[in-house]
């Protein structure tokens, strides 16, 4: 005998620690439909971008997320540059592709180790995490904060990497490509984690291009779409790396893509290393932003980002709106989730890597 | 054979991977962005500091006898993100790689940059002008260190008459 009932879970998720409402009608063991209600956290970010000025919503872009931090404020000034016609020197853009992929790497490790633990293989979580800290380690030494990197502002870069640190640098990334390699053998051969993600929350090619999503999501079923090659920003036009994509379309395809793209991130930033031309971080003096609009767009570690700015030729944005990946990828969750079991849910959420954060500003 | 067991091992064989802390220091890089650190004798309330600042950490207030400024950087309001010391012009903000900021409730009000900034005075008729410490006459005056020590008035003057010494010659020798 089945019986239908709706299970509500959230607002506190266990996946995600993030609020996060979801209603679920159960079959049994089986999901029949999902109804998500998002809003918990909401923080007014966008109109605080509009009371403060230029300088100050470059940190203020920087909180809107963690794990996304660099690529929030990068997009933004990305945006005013634009705008004002700001030309940033090609060693800051060098610079800034270095901050991204530094980020990527250490954002795909954090969402891997979530998924371990997710399928109750915890000791498996905590070695990703602690292979993770060798670019968090990186991070803290370079820049100065093992999340928030402050290192973009309106015209290039706050911190250059001097030959010491250079080194330092590549250190990390050696001691972390091998520990990279084996990590992936585990969670492509490991048992447990095969039995547990493979075959689950599918999504097809057609339904990935349906509901435009973006990201590892959108690349794990075959749309190969990925920022960096499609319109080329910073230096990314001038390094060689390999788009990601896979056609299985399922969690574990996703949690293997995002380790194999943070590997092409290992060798994106040594190239930036060995590439980058000598000269300023930053253009001189300060530009005034003048009336009228722009857009920029980024590929964060979860997908597409999106800034619009509108000036009225103050010192404050007139309308400064964002467009996060996230948004994209959850209404997806409903085509992901239908006919999965109740115990999948956590994991097939997690696969996405939202950023609630992000999403409610 | 499970793949991860021989990691598994290795790491067991290896022991914590975690700092010591509070047992023993924890290494912290030179470049750590800690508590913002205010130098008085390189200021010279300009005001950027404040002005970048996205927390609001950073107050500027006047003296009530007018000597001076009160230059106050709020540690819990702040949030480490170092654009003021970045934009500094002089570098009187820095970011040390303090970041042992627990503190009692008590000392909420007191835990801040606390500093006072005295005005200058103008070289040629005493007016009360943004201070201008030797370190920054050094550094931004170097061109025109008389200049640099004038009030705006002075300066104006100073400047007219320089203009029109130079025109005044100038004249002469086309002559
Ligand atoms: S600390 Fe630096 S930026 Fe702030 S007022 Fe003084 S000189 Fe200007
Ligand atoms: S570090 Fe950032 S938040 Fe703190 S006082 Fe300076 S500008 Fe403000």
Redesign the pocket.
């Given at each position: 005998m089945s019986e239908t009932y709706t299970l509500p879970i959230g607002p506190l998720h266990v996946a995600l620690e993030e609020p996060m409402y979801f209603d679920i009608k159960v079959e049994g063991e089986t999901v029949q439909g999902v109804e998500l209600a998002a809003g918990h956290v909401h923080r007014g970010m966008e109109a605080l971008a509009m009371h403060r000025n230029y300088f100050q919503n470059i940190t203020l872009t920087e909180r809107v997320c963690s794990l996304c931090s660099n690529s929030h404020p990068a997009t933004f000034c990305m945006a005013v540059e634009n705008l004002a016609g700001i030309e940033v020197p090609m060693r800051a853009q060098y610079l800034r592709v270095i901050a991204d992929e530094v980020k990527r790497i250490a954002s795909h490790l954090f969402n891997v180790g979530i998924m371990a633990h997710l399928t109750g293989f915890d000791s498996l979580f905590m070695h990703a995490m602690e292979v993770r800290e060798l670019m968090q380690d990186a991070k803290e030494g370079v820049y100065g904060n093992r999340m928030n990197l402050g290192q973009c502002t309106i015209g290039g870069t706050r911190t250059d990497i001097d030959a010491d640190i250079a080194r330092f640098l590549r250190g990390q990334l050696e001691a972390l490509k091998p520990q990279l390699a084996e990590l992936y053998g585990v969670f492509e051969r490991d048992p447990l984690i095969r039995t547990r993600t493979r075959g689950i929350g599918l999504l097809s090619e057609q339904e990935a291009k349906l509901h435009a999503v973006v990201g590892p999501v959108a690349r794990a079923s075959g749309v190969a779409y990925d920022l960096r090659r499609k319109a080329p920003y910073a230096a990314y036009d001038e390094l060689r790396f390999e788009v990601q994509s896979d056609t299985a379309g399922d969690v574990h395809s996703r949690a293997l893509l995002r380790l194999r793209e943070a590997v092409e991130s290992i060798s994106i930033v040594e190239q930036c290393l060995d590439q980058m031309p000598e000269g300023p971080v930053k253009s001189e003096g300060f530009v005034a932003v003048p009336a009228g609009e722009s857009v920029a767009r980024t590929e964060a570690p979860r997908g597409e980002l999106i800034y619009y700015l509108r000036s009225d030729g103050s010192d404050t944005p007139q309308r400064l709106k964002w467009r996060v990946p996230t948004y994209m990828n959850w209404e997806a969750l409903q085509v992901m989730m239908a006919g999965c079991q109740v115990a999948d849910i956590p994991l097939i959420v997690n696969s996405i890597d939202p950023c609630i954060s992000c999403t409610e500003r | 054979m499970l793949p991860f067991l021989k990691i598994m091992v290795r790491n067991l064989l290896q022991g914590p991977s975690t700092d010591p802390f509070p047992f023993a220091p924890a290494k912290t890089p030179a470049r750590f962005r800690g508590a913002a650190v205010?130098d008085s004798e390189?200021?010279?309330?300009?005001?950027?500091?404040?002005h970048v600042c996205a927390a609001g950490a950073i107050q500027?207030r006047a003296a009530e006898d007018g000597s001076g400024m009160q230059?106050m950087l709020w540690h819990n309001s702040c949030v480490y993100c170092g654009m003021?010391a970045h934009?500094?012009?002089?570098g009187?903000?820095t970011m040390s790689d303090n970041w042992h900021l627990s503190h009692l409730g008590e000392d909420k009000y007191t835990f801040s940059e606390d500093s006072f900034v005295p005005f200058g005075e103008c070289a040629q008729c005493g007016a009360r002008i943004q201070p201008r410490p030797n370190v920054i006459v050094e550094k931004l005056g170097g061109r025109a260190p008389d200049q640099f020590l004038l009030c705006p008035k002075c300066k104006r003057e100073s400047l007219v008459k320089h203009a029109s010494d130079t025109n005044l010659s100038q004249f002469r020798e086309k002559q």
């Open positions: - | 205010h390189k200021c010279i309330l300009c005001g950027i500091c404040r500027l230059f003021c934009y500094c012009p002089t009187a903000l």
